[in-house]
């Protein structure tokens, strides 16, 4: 009887260790995608995006974006605005910090830049880089300030959290 119960629980150890030394082991804690209009992005839709609250540690916030060859520019401007929130002793205190990003989109050649896909591209840029305290959550909003009010060819906008 004790070797059957010692077996299973070297049988137990052995499968736990297993599965922690194969478990996933991606840096991401965020990816997420949201749709624009198909007959244009306008300049006042402003994208949302609100992160759940993070360990602490230091992380890369990056930008996706995915666009089609009839996307009339070769680069788009984009504003992100992040506000970093953390509640502290129930007062909620906010740090601000707003970037502006340029995407090319379109190459020299007229070919898509970025990693093709059927119809579209994916282009990831970096945003920022910055240490984030235990429970920190994040609201970033984003929009463009390109001079059409308008602009067609941009299917999703998305954001990806990473630690480094």
Known sequence: MR???????????LLLWGMSTTSCNDPRTY????????????RNDTLTFNLPRQWEGSYELSLGLRASQTFPYRSVSLIVESAII??????????????TIHCEIITDKGMLAGQDGISNTEIRQHVASFQLNR?????????HVMSRNSIPGISD???????R
């Open 135 to 143: 429970n920190d959550s994040l609201h970033i909003t984003i929009h």
């Open 86 to 99: 953390n509640y502290k002793h129930k007062k909620k205190l906010e740090r601000m910090r707003r970037d």
């Open 3 to 13: 070797t059957k119960v010692f077996t299973f629980i070297y049988m137990v150890v």
């Open 31 to 42: 990816d997420h995608y949201e749709s624009v209009s198909v007959k244009g992005w306008e």
């Open 157 to 163: 906008i998305g954001l990806r959290l990473q630690r």
